[in-house]
């Protein structure tokens, strides 16, 4: 178990935590005091760790994200399902709900060619955005949703591209847990980058040596 | 000011606090006891609204704002810069920051042809990230950098569109901070959404029938 804690860099302490919560399965006893263990054991505690600290889930839904992932008589879509609806949407939900966005957003999907499980957990978020965008008297940025759902569509087959170049069930659920996790801040982030180009364009800067002096570029143009 | 309140929808109490904040400029007195507003104190205050309700600004910062909004010295891009590096990005950070993403960061922005200003707020959480997944043994995801550029540019070109459908530099203001702010979750839901439909046609599920039966589709099915 020592071995197990070095090559996975995770203390013994919470490898016997694992064990006792069912995250982790067992070694093979070698002996009475000694259990050997191989690399689904390395790969597992990758993965649990994922769940635990990247997508923030509690013990008990962990357990039945890694249950999903060791049935294997449920395909691959199944488990990522379980996997993605188990992620907390926490933080994303707008502070007033609303439900004005149904019609909206069915009307999005259904010029884009999509259909999902009712409860997709990304239903009520988007439902709830569009209302209160409505509410606020903001119709032109409920406008926005045509080109919004084509932008999601290659962000998704980006995510399951590199969810396919992993092997192996485990594998590729800790890409789906860590890349549903990191890829929205990622995305929020490259949009206020892409905003300030765009923001150029469609209003130019009358005086690029005045007010914007004294400002560097990110990146930095080269030097040659 | 009992009218503003009616037509503004906000309470008195709170039109007297932006005014004593100079987050709002005084009514016309008609006399003593009376003042008189027009069309750009409504606006302004749903402008101030947006700004502390759904961009949880402070008073300070969100006066900061109204000032760049004001000086029409200032051209629209660099008010909207204020506007936008204003809005807090609380909760975009990754857990653990980690400043090895800067070189992937520069090298996609590049290839895109995207330069911005190096206060820019999205380039920290954008390395944190990216160099969080390089950390975690993810380069799979690291390599998702140019799709999601690409599907930014998109969405951030309708951000703007959007902007310009609005008269005014209030107005547009406006529509800088409740759409940058509320088309974060929305995109992180219709990504979701769009990684459930992306998801089905990577890992095809081989018995619809079976596993999947008793879920209902959304938008459902029209009956006819």
Redesign the interface.
Known sequence: MSELSRTSGVPIASIKYYQREQLLPPGELSSPTQASYDSSHVERI?LVR?LL??GKLSVTTAREVVAAIDDTS?????T??VA?RAIS?K?????HPDDEGTAE???G??AAG??????????P??VS??G??RR???E??V???P????????????????????AGRTGMAE?VV???V???????????????????S??????PDG??AG???????PRD
């Not at 449920?74 to 199944?78: D, G, M, Q």
């Not at 933080?91 to 502070?95: I, K, R």
């Not at 932008?151 to 399951?160: E, H, Y």
């Open positions: 990758a994922a600290e990247i449920l395909p691959l879509t199944w990522f399902g993605q949407t933080g994303l939900e707008p502070a957003l069915a009307a999907l259904t999509l259909a999902v499980h009712d409860d997709n957990p990304g239903i978020i988007a955005v569009l209160s965008m606020l008297g903001h032109e940025l406008a926005v949703l080109e919004y759902i084509r932008a999601a569509q290659i962000v998704a087959d980006a995510d399951l591209a590199s969810v396919a170049k992993r890409t860590v890349g549903t990191l890829g929205d801040p990622l995305f929020a982030a490259l949009r206020r980058i892409a905003q300030e180009a765009a923001s150029r469609v209003f130019p800067v009358p005086d007010v914007e400002h560097r570029l990110f990146p930095p143009a």
